[in-house]
């Protein structure tokens, strides 16, 4: 079983500050993704960064960074330089197979 | 690549009449899953195909909901005796295996309002 856990269902950001989106996850599969996702007004789910379980190293991805602590079972999705456009929600996700999403997190970027 | 498409993008229906969603993935893309999103939760996982095999289906998925991929390319997914608890955006992705990450690329959506 899968399960993700994201704990802040809203946060704001002032425009070009960083900001850092929380996730834990529990899975029992040896190998796995995690993944986050951004989903706008408009509806429509955006791959944005994905990290392999076996990763040594943070994945990056432009302005999107992955904070990636397995032993805390925790990824953490990094902004910086937030834009207007950021505004949206941001889904983290596990798959193996299928996948399993948390809540989501609602971003609200300040001008 | 015009990406995953769906068809329709909303339904309006009665309850207890049976609908069915049309999911075009992209072209190279071996997987296709199908997902139902609530107003402020994250996509839950219905069912999942590789080529034309159903590999797994959710068990919150109820007797009345039935998906198919007969040629590998396009799905249809089908509720029968819709119910008021039904109204949700049902999410169409796909994916390849062969990709880095085998991320899923999502369509619009089809937003069912059962009345």
Known sequence: AQKITQTQPGMFVQEKEAVTLDCTYDTSDPSYGLFWYKQPSSGEMIFLIYQGSYDQQNATEGRYSLNFQKARKSANLVISASQLGD?????CATQAGKST???GTTLTVKP | D?????DPRHKITKRGQNVTFRCDPISEHNRLYWYRQTLGQGPEFLTYFQNEAQLEKSRLLS????????KGSFSTLEIQRTEQGDSAMY????SSVQGP???QFFGPGTRLTVL
Do not use: H, I, K, W
């Open chain 2, 101 to 103: 990450y085998n991320e």
């Open chain 2, 91 to 94: 999410l169409c992705a796909s």
């Open chain 1, 87 to 91: 505004s949206a929600m941001y889904f």
């Open chain 2, 63 to 70: 007797d009345r909901f039935s998906a198919e991929r007969p």
């Open chain 2, 2 to 6: 015009t990406g995953v498409s769906q």
């Open chain 1, 101 to 103: 999403f948390g809540d």
